[in-house]
């Protein structure tokens, strides 16, 4: 069964450094998705992304971080400059239109942690 | 307006027992109501899902009750097993926003004891 594949697993980073987290979506995807999971807490939405652009952003979504599909395949979020509250498991997601995007499958995810 | 209400935090039910999670959303704007399961150090995954249209959807041991007028729903799993023990997370989405973002409930631990 395809599946959605992230890297690193684990990154560890300095405050203040830009990290770049990466997705691959399952390959017939078109619809893209970061989540983040603060220790312990709930699942959060940050951004959706379609057709090379953004289609809408939660409010920890700020000028500080970014999407792109730099290549047709992979999915990346970066984080240009990384605060200790950013420290979470980032988690992509992909869908497709053909079940009307409700189902979301999510990737393994990233832990962070910002030192 | 946007957040999903769930409880409880933790649950323990005994092998073969009935866990049931429940959760509650203000938005009538939402139309799509999943559950996910997360093993630990994995990503979630879709166990099942239902549409406002109808009252329950029943897929093996797991079923979801869904009442519109309230604004409630909730998974029961029925006859539980111990590879059953994981963070169970509501979520809902809307049509109408950002591609189907999922909002997430706060979860619920699930310990099924042997």
């Known amino acids: 069964e395809p599946e959605v594949t992230q890297t690193p697993s684990h990154q560890v980073t300095q405050m203040g450094q830009e990290v770049i987290l990466r997705c691959v979506p399952i390959s017939n995807h078109l619809y893209f998705y970061w989540y983040r999971q603060i220790l312990g807490q709930k699942v959060e939405f940050l951004v959706s992304f379609y057709n090379n652009e953004i289609s809408e952003k939660s409010e920890i979504f700020d000028d500080q971080f970014s999407v792109e599909r730099p290549d047709g395949s992979n999915f990346t979020l970066k984080i240009r400059s990384t605060k200790l509250e950013d420290s979470a498991m980032y988690f992509c997601?992909?869908?497709?239109?053909?079940?009307?995007?409700?189902?979301?499958?999510f990737g393994p995810g990233t832990r962070l942690l910002v030192l | 307006q946007q957040q999903v209400k769930q409880s409880p935090q933790s649950l323990i039910v005994q092998k073969g027992g009935i866990s049931i999670i429940n959760c509650a959303y203000e938005n009538t704007a939402f139309d799509y109501f999943p559950w996910y399961q997360q093993f630990p150090g994995k990503g979630p995954a879709l166990l099942i899902a239902?549409?406002?249209?109808?009252s329950e959807k029943k897929e093996g041991r797991f079923t979801i009750s869904f009442n519109k007028s309230a604004k409630q729903f909730s998974l029961h799993i029925m006859d539980s097993q111990p590879g059953d023990s994981a963070t169970y997370f509501c979520a809902a989405s809307s049509q109408d926003t950002g591609r189907r973002a999922l909002t997430f409930g706060s979860g619920t631990r699930l310990q099924v004891q042997p």
């Open positions: 239902i549409r406002p249209d109808v």
């Open positions: 997601a992909t869908g497709t239109a053909r079940d009307f995007l409700e189902t979301q499958y």
